[in-house]
C-alpha cells in the first residue's frame, strides 16, 4: 500500500478541494460520530437489514441538511436497505484523505466514497473502487454532461458518477471596460468571446495604478491546472497520451510551451498578480477574473456592476472551459455492491441531482435536471451550463494525476517567476513518466 499512502498525501498538499468550489470550513452533520471501521464492517444487521455506509465531506449547511432529507427518505422507503452518512470535517485538509489511506490499508472502506473528479483515474487504478456500468448503463449516462462521464471514466469503464459540475468563465467590471472604450464581449455568442489576443491585449489597456488588467491565478495549487488547463487544450496540446501513461512529449510539446508562455505574458507585463489580494476582483482590483461558477452567488449580492463571457478562445475559434467535481464511487470493501448501487440510482435521479445541484448553487451534471432548477435560462450560469454542455473538458484522466497537478502548479509558478517554460514542463513530463513507469507500467 505504499503507494496509496504516497499519492494521497500529495493529493492533501495540493489543495484539490479548493478548485472546485467546496466549503472546506462547513458545518459537520450530527450523525458523523461512528467510525467508519465498524460502518463497513457491520453490513448486514441481526434482522436481515443491510446497511449501507457512505463517506464524504463536510459541507455547507444547505447540503447536511439535504443529505438528512434524503437519507430519512430513502431509509422510510427502503426498509430492507438502510443508508448513514459519515460526513468527515476538513478544515484539517488531510483528514478526510488520511481517513481513506487508513480504511484501504485495514480493508475497512464504506460502500459508498466521494472523491474528487481527477482522482477517480487513481482510485481506480489501484482497485479501490469497482465500476458502476450496470448500475448507469449508457441510455441513462446519455442525460449527464459529457464531461462529467469523461472524468468518471477510467480504462473504458465508469468507475464514479458526480451529481455536481462546475465550470470557469470570464467575468468582467462593466464600469472599468467603459472607462477603457472596450465593448463586452458576449455572453449569448461564443463567437463574440474574446481571443486569447484580444484578453492580452483588454488585459494591457485595462491595468492601471489603482488595478491590474485580470486574475487568472485561482490558487497555488490545483486551481492552476483546472482553471489554466483549457489554455493548453485550446493551443492543441495534451498533458498526458490518450492512455494517460505517458507525459513526455505531451506536457512539454511546443504547444504546451506557446500556453505557458502566453500566460506569463500576463504576469511578467503586470497586466495580472502572481500574489492577488483576497477577493480581487469583487474589491474592484481587477478588472477581469477567470472565476467559476461558484462565485456567481457573490456577485449578485454585490454593488459591483459586473458581466459574464465565455472563457477566452483560441484566436483560431477553438473553444476549451474547465469542468469537474466530487463523485461517488463504490468501494472494493462495500459487502453490498448492489444496493449501494441502488441507493446511488436513486440519489442520482434526475430530480435529487436538482435539489443537491440547488442547495449547493453549482450546475448539475443531469442535462434533465435543469427543466427543475431555477436561474438557468439566462445570463451567467445559463453561460456556464452551455459551456458544460459544448466546449466542457475534464482535466487528465491518469492515474498518476496528483504528481501531474503538483509538478505542473510548481512549474507554472517557477515560470510566472521567471524560469524557462520548457525546462519546467520537461521536469514536469520527468517526474511523471518516472512516477508512472515506476507504479502503473503493465
Known amino acids: 500500500m505504499k503507494k496509496v499512502l504516497t499519492t494521497l498525501g500529495v493529493l492533501a498538499l495540493g489543495g484539490m478541494l479548493a478548485a472546485c468550489g467546496n466549503n472546506a470550513g462547513a458545518t459537520k452533520q450530527a450523525d458523523a460520530s461512528s467510525e467508519g471501521s465498524s460502518q463497513a464492517a457491520e453490513s448486514k444487521s441481526a434482522d436481515g437489514v443491510t446497511n449501507v455506509t457512505i463517506w464524504s465531506p463536510t459541507d455547507t449547511a444547505a447540503i447536511e441538511a439535504w443529505w438528512v432529507e434524503k437519507i430519512d427518505q430513502w431509509n422510510k422507503e427502503n426498509p430492507d436497505i438502510q443508508v448513514k452518512r459519515e460526513a468527515i470535517d476538513r478544515a484539517d485538509a488531510y483528514a478526510y484523505e488520511n481517513k481513506i489511506t487508513t480504511a484501504t490499508t485495514s480493508g475497512n472502506l464504506p460502500d459508498i466514497l466521494y472523491v474528487d473528479g481527477p482522482m477517480v483515474s487513481y482510485y481506480a487504478a489501484n482497485g479501490i473502487t469497482v465500476p458502476l456500468d450496470s448500475y448507469f ?12 462521464v469523461q472524468a468518471d471514466t477510467y480504462d473504458g469503464k465508469l468507475y464514479a458518477i458526480a451529481p455536481t459540475e462546475s ?22 455568442d461564443i463567437k463574440q468571446a474574446w481571443t486569447w489576443s484580444q484578453f492580452l491585449d483588454n488585459a494591457k489597456k485595462l491595468t492601471t495604478s489603482d488595478y491590474v488588467g485580470t486574475n487568472i491565478i485561482m490558487d497555488k495549487g490545483e486551481g492552476i491546472i483546472y482553471a489554466l488547463g483549457s489554455f493548453f487544450t485550446e493551443a492543441g496540446a495534451q498533458f498526458v497520451s490518450d ?17 505557458a508562455e502566453y500566460l506569463n505574458e500576463f504576469i511578467k507585463n503586470g497586466y495580472a498578480n502572481l500574489d492577488p489580494v483576497k477577493d480581487e476582483f469583487l474589491n474592484g482590483k481587477a478588472a477581469t477574473l477567470l472565476g467559476g461558477s461558484w462565485n456567481i452567488a457573490d456577485l449578485e449580492k454585490s454593488n459591483l456592476n459586473w458581466g459574464v463571457s465565455y472563457f477566452p478562445v483560441a484566436d483560431d475559434g477553438k473553444a476549451v472551459s474547465p469542468t469537474g467535481d466530487w463523485a461517488a464511487a463504490i468501494t472494493k470493501d462495500s459487502k453490498n ?3 449501494a448501487g441502488k441507493f446511488l440510482q436513486w440519489a442520482m435521479n434526475s430530480d435529487n441531482i436538482a435539489s443537491y445541484a440547488s442547495a449547493v ?5 443531469r442535462t434533465s435536471s435543469y427543466d427543475k432548477m431555477e436561474g438557468w435560462d439566462s445570463g451567467a450560469r445559463a453561460l456556464m451550463k452551455w459551456q458544460l454542455q459544448n466546449t466542457g473538458v475534464s482535466r487528465p484522466r491518469t492515474p498518476s494525476y496528483s504528481v501531474l497537478s503538483t509538478d505542473f502548479s510548481t512549474a507554472m509558478l517557477n515560470i510566472f517567476s521567471g524560469s524557462d ?18 507504479y502503473y507500467k503493465k
Request: hydrophobic share 30%; glycine share 4%; aromatic share 10%.
Open 137 to 148: 448503463p449508457a441510455d441513462d449516462l446519455k442525460d449527464f454532461m459529457p464531461s462529467t
Open 361 to 365: 448553487a453549482k450546475p448539475a451534471s
Open 421 to 438: 517554460a520548457k525546462e519546467e514542463l520537461d521536469n514536469v513530463a520527468k517526474n511523471f513518466d518516472e512516477n508512472y513507469e515506476m
Open 243 to 259: 492512455d494517460g501513461s505517458k507525459a513526455d512529449g505531451y506536457v512539454n510539446s511546443d504547444a504546451s510551451v506557446k500556453a
Open 337 to 339: 455492491p448492489d444496493a
Open 167 to 188: 465550470s470557469v468563465a470570464l467575468f468582467y467590471n462593466k464600469d472599468y471596460l467603459d472607462k477603457a472604450g472596450i465593448p463586452y464581449p458576449s455572453d449569448t
